[in-house]
């Protein structure tokens, strides 16, 4: 086990450095300079000053040794859109408004799958069933931006009952909660759907019937017990899924938020920014990976990690 | 005569084929999908016949932001252009990325996974990482910085989508040929000398027709929402080429006054999308009801 986490975490790093290369010199190669806009001109002579205070001057090679000698002591540089500031404190004031509607969003979002999964698996084929499998189907395939938009078209401007866009009033989060939510209902609903229908058909479920057991305690005590276990690998990773969504939910939403630095960070050239959203969202994707096997291992002792 | 008819119609042998149309027969939801699919497509190709022609034309300056009316049946943009024009060239954009970029990426999966799977060990050790670093890398993310790099545009967006779109078609070609490559027919093949270029061509790759069609017909609307997401961030195909993203991400703009604007796009790419997963989720699990989805 101990060898096996090892094992990971150096495989977590080797991806670490693979994917910080690519990006890093795909940054670079793209054509024009974070002092090229249009609507700050700069003199030939003050541009070269601007890229040499910040190293840009340097061979390539420099700059990624340099920049990866940074990002070890947690110092991704300075954003070059707020020179004032550092990349951390960027991100760290514009986090809290996406981590609080995206967090809110999986943890209405994923209960509400996981009850319908369950009522869609006890009751097949029944109406609730249709329900469920529709709202998986098109939470699952229909692009985020799309939901927001219908939600915005119907509780907004349609049915006037909410705020579309905006920030600061409790109301305002409602129909961007909505939207994060989509996906963790549509994944959960699913998952517990089949992984009920997995478990509800095993022997030992029938034993317990035989035996005379409340339906209530089968499902609550034993099936669900055992459906668990695959659904609470999908969460980690879902849960860091919100931040890509947040892209769109926030662009939709007008939400102050992370989302719109992803944006912004490719279009101004604004390399440290860029480099520093893309390596921290590549690393919590990696661990939550990690964190999801290490947790099905313990929750299923019959998996035994590191064997293959 | 009459006796023959009856029991030639009783014994004919039924082919697989048969049983996997029966199936998608019976899928209401995939074969509806199935339908829409093939309106839109040729929606698509018979654009000009039903349509005010050139999407990109400005002929009704004068009636900007009109509403829909018998003569603009999805009313007129903020430029003065026919909605409805735009909508059903719209369609041309997305189904031909999507389409494009599912070639490409069973062209990159096949030989991939048929390596992978007939050779096991290095090659699959290999190939396996890198289907593992695709799929920790959000795939959004690097489609942003490459679509940065190159500019955009059309080109752009299908190999980009192609680059992540083969991972799946991959997996599902290594895990036939895996299967297969242990069968009788392939070790007599192998006794008999074949090469393995030889085996992989005329034996596993035809073996594994289902998966590759599946992977497919999936890659199609993964592809069209990358698309989609990436002219709606402005970075995907440039004005004023019609795209359903595009016009979403103006239309959030005119939602209160001018509806027509933000809905018209956004129930496009929700149906062509939404159509598209239903006819290859049926397709799977018609071709091959143990791949049936989770």
């Given amino acids: 086990m101990i060898f096996y986490i090892i094992k990971r975490l150096l495989s977590v790093l080797v991806t670490f450095f693979i994917v910080s290369l690519i990006v890093f010199l795909m940054m670079h190669s793209v054509p024009g300079g974070p002092f090229d806009g249009n609507d700050m001109p700069v003199s030939e002579a003050v541009r070269a000053k601007l890229m040499a205070s910040l190293g840009l001057d340097q061979p390539l090679w420099v700059q990624y040794v340099n920049y990866m000698r940074g990002v070890l002591t947690l110092d991704f540089g300075v954003p070059f859109q707020a020179p004032g500031e550092t990349v951390l404190s960027l991100l760290a004031d514009a986090w809290p408004p996406s981590l609080l509607l995206g967090g809110l969003g999986v943890l209405i979002g994923a209960p509400l799958g996981i009850l319908l999964g369950m009522a869609a698996a006890l009751k097949r084929n029944s109406w609730i069933?249709?329900?469920?499998?529709?709202?998986?189907?098109?939470?699952?395939?229909?692009?985020?931006?799309?939901?927001?938009?219908?939600?915005?078209?119907?509780?907004?401007?349609?049915?006037?009952?909410?705020?579309?866009?905006?920030?600061?009033?409790?109301?305002?989060?409602?129909?961007?909660?909505?939207?994060?939510?989509a996906i963790p209902l549509a994944t959960y609903a699913r998952y517990t759907r089949s992984a009920m229908l997995d478990v509800l058909h095993r022997p030992f479920v029938t034993a317990l019937?035989?035996?005379?057991?409340?339906?209530?305690?089968?499902?609550?005590?034993?099936?669900?017990?055992?459906?668990?276990?695959?659904?609470?690998?999908?969460?980690?990773?879902?849960?860091?899924?919100?931040?890509?969504?947040?892209?769109?939910?926030?662009?939709?939403?007008?939400?102050?938020g992370l989302g719109s630095y992803f944006v912004s960070s490719i279009s101004n050239r604004d390399y440290p920014l860029e480099m520093a959203l893309v390596l921290m969202v590549t690393i919590a994707t990696c661990i939550a990976y990690l964190i999801s096997d290490i947790a099905y291992a313990w929750l299923n002792p019959r998996i035994r990690l590191g064997d293959d | 005569m009459a006796i023959d008819i009856a029991t030639t119609k009783t014994t004919k042998p039924r082919g697989p084929l048969w049983f996997a149309w029966r199936r998608f027969v019976a899928n209401k939801a995939a074969v509806v999908g199935g339908i829409v699919l093939l309106i839109l497509c040729l929606a698509a190709i018979f654009a000009p016949l039903f349509t005010k022609g050139d999407p990109t034309a400005q002929d009704y300056l004068t009636q900007s932001l009109a509403f829909p009316s018998a003569e603009f049946l999805f009313g007129v943009d903020d430029l003065g252009r026919d909605f409805f024009t735009r909508i059903v060239f719209g369609a041309r954009v997305s189904l031909s990325i999507g389409f494009a970029a599912a070639t490409f990426s069973v062209l990159i999966g096949i030989p991939l996974g048929a390596l992978a799977g007939y050779y096991g060990g290095k090659i699959d050790w290999l190939v396996m990482r890198v289907i593992e670093l695709f799929s920790v890398v959000p795939s959004l993310l690097a489609a942003m910085l490459l679509g940065a790099l190159t500019g955009g545009g059309y080109g752009t967006i299908i190999i980009v989508a192609a680059l992540f779109g083969w991972v799946n078609v991959c997996l599902l070609v290594r895990a036939q040929v895996k299967s297969f490559r242990e069968k009788e027919f392939v070790r007599a093949a192998q006794a008999l000398g074949a090469t393995p270029w030889y085996i992989i061509r005329r034996h596993l790759i035809p073996n594994s027709v289902s998966p590759i069609i599946v992977g497919f017909v999936l890659a199609i609307p993964l592809a069209m929402m990358l698309e989609a997401s990436l002219s709606f961030l402005g970075i995907g195909v440039p004005p004023p080429t019609p795209s359903w993203g595009q016009m979403i991400s103006s239309g959030i703009n005119f939602v209160f006054f001018y509806w027509h604007m933000a809905l018209f796009p956004t129930a496009a790419l929700a149906i062509t999308v939404l159509a598209t997963t239903l006819f290859g989720d049926g397709l799977r699990d018609a071709l091959d009801p143990t791949l049936k989805g989770r």
């Avoid at chain 1, 329900?131 to 927001?148: C, D, E, H, R, Y």
């Avoid at chain 1, 905006?166 to 939207?179: D, F, Q, S, T, Y």
């Fill in chain 1, 209 to 256: 019937r035989a035996k005379g057991l409340s339906e209530r305690r089968i499902i609550f005590q034993h099936v669900l017990r055992n459906a668990a276990i695959p659904m609470v690998t999908v969460f980690l990773p879902m849960f860091i899924g919100t931040a890509t969504g947040s892209i769109f939910v926030e662009a939709m939403f007008r939400v102050p």
């Fill in chain 1, 129 to 181: 069933d249709y329900v469920a499998s529709t709202l998986s189907t098109l939470g699952l395939t229909i692009p985020v931006f799309v939901i927001s938009m219908l939600l915005i078209l119907v509780f907004a401007v349609w049915l006037n009952w909410l705020p579309a866009n905006g920030w600061g009033k409790p109301e305002r989060w409602v129909l961007p909660i909505i939207a994060y939510a």
